[in-house]
Nanobody
Framework: QVHLVESGGGLVQTGGSLNLSCVAS????????MGWYRQVPGQVREKVAQ????????YYGDFVKGRFTVSIDNTKNTMYLHMNNLNPGDTGVYYC?????????WGQGTQVTVSS
């Protein structure tokens, strides 16, 4: 069982920035990838960003449009999401996911609220 702890969420105004962190209880060097997802009540959880252990190739949802940057620090077993130019549509609970196939694990989530 891999435990994931997200942090860094909060309340920010439109145009503001937040930095999310996800610390894993096990090494991230052996992962297939880690990812950030977000969910609004009543809606499907959607992928925000994804990164492999080496960090060489990243994926972003179309709605990110260059505003977010995902990174990973293998020495700290931590994945980050730096979010700029936030808007109310970015409001939701942000979850991290640790994938080491065939297993995957979720964190408990951190709330991000963007006020207009």
């Amino acid at each position: 069982q891999v435990h994931l702890v997200e942090s860094g969420g909060g309340l920010v105004q439109t145009g503001g920035s937040l930095n999310l962190s996800c610390v894993a209880s096990e090494s991230v060097e052996s992962i297939d990838y880690m990812g950030w997802y977000r969910q609004v009540p009543g809606q499907v959880r959607e992928k925000v960003a994804q990164i492999p252990s080496g960090g060489a190739v990243t994926y972003y949802g179309d709605f990110v449009k260059g505003r977010f940057t995902v990174s990973i620090d293998n020495t700290k077993n931590t994945m980050y999401l730096h979010m700029n130019n936030l808007n109310p549509g970015d409001t939701g609970v942000y979850y991290c996911r640790y994938v080491r196939l065939p297993d995957f694990y979720w964190g408990q989530g951190t709330q991000v609220t963007v006020s207009s």
